[in-house]
T-cell receptor, first 114, second 114 residues
């Protein structure tokens, strides 16, 4: 499978716990994006990387959220001290560094904080 | 106010019928407009990408139009099938620095009944 891969697909955690999600983009894609999607809404931008550099972070990304892409390949999104409001689908997408190029999405990680 | 507005929010049609989804945007500076299909619990999948100079683009039974002057787009689905039941998201790409930023609509939920 050469698409964008996200793990785990589902995560249930207790409030206050830390969670980490992983995204493996399409191998030649330089750009990697993280989005959050709640029920009935479109995806909301969280952050994006070009290679290993994190170029933009949304205000949605509070200090409890951190994302890394250490070698410019896979990326991790960590949420510390989870809250019930963090329950959402976390989507990763990747694309080439080229104008008007398609962004490919992974299947997402569904987080439920209980 | 959202920069990408979609209408209707939901639609129920019978199998075999046609339908048209609308998208109005205020995103600027404009780079391109995309329509994505998102099945429940899955990541979005790209249907079309249109740049400023493109008025219409087809992908099988899906035909997208773009009027960059009025900042409107539509997605027409012909001879609907049960598998067309999904959320359809209009996404406008915004030029930002040397890159593009995707601005998502909330999506509209299409249900195709037999």
């Amino acid at each position: 499978d050469t698409g964008v891969s996200q793990n785990p697909r589902h995560k249930i955690t207790k409030r206050g716990q830390n969670v980490t999600f992983r995204c493996d983009p399409i191998s030649e894609h330089n750009r990697l994006y993280w989005y959050r999607q709640t029920l009935g809404q479109g995806p909301e931008f969280l952050t994006y990387f070009q290679n290993e550099a994190q170029l933009e972070k949304s205000r949605l990304l509070s200090d409890r959220f951190s994302a890394e892409r250490p070698k410019g390949s896979f990326s991790t999104l960590e949420i510390q001290r989870t809250e019930q409001g963090d329950s959402a689908m976390y989507l990763c997408a990747s694309s080439l560094v080229r104008e008007n190029t398609e962004a490919f999405f992974g299947q997402g990680t569904r987080l439920t904080v209980v | 106010k959202n920069q990408v507005e979609q209408s209707p929010q939901s639609l129920i049609i019978l199998e075999g019928k046609n339908c048209t989804l609308q998208c109005n945007y205020t995103v600027s500076p404009f780079s391109n407009l995309r329509w994505y299909k998102q099945d429940t619990g899955r990541g979005p999948v790209s249907l079309t990408i249109m740049t400023f100079s493109e008025n219409t683009k087809s992908n099988g039974r899906y035909t997208a139009t773009l009027d960059a002057d009025t900042k409107q787009s539509s997605l027409h689905i012909t001879a609907s099938q049960l598998s067309d039941s999904a959320s359809y998201i209009c996404v406008v790409s915004k030029r930002q620095g040397g890159s593009e930023k995707l601005v998502f609509g909330k999506g509209m939920k299409l249900t195709v009944n037999p």
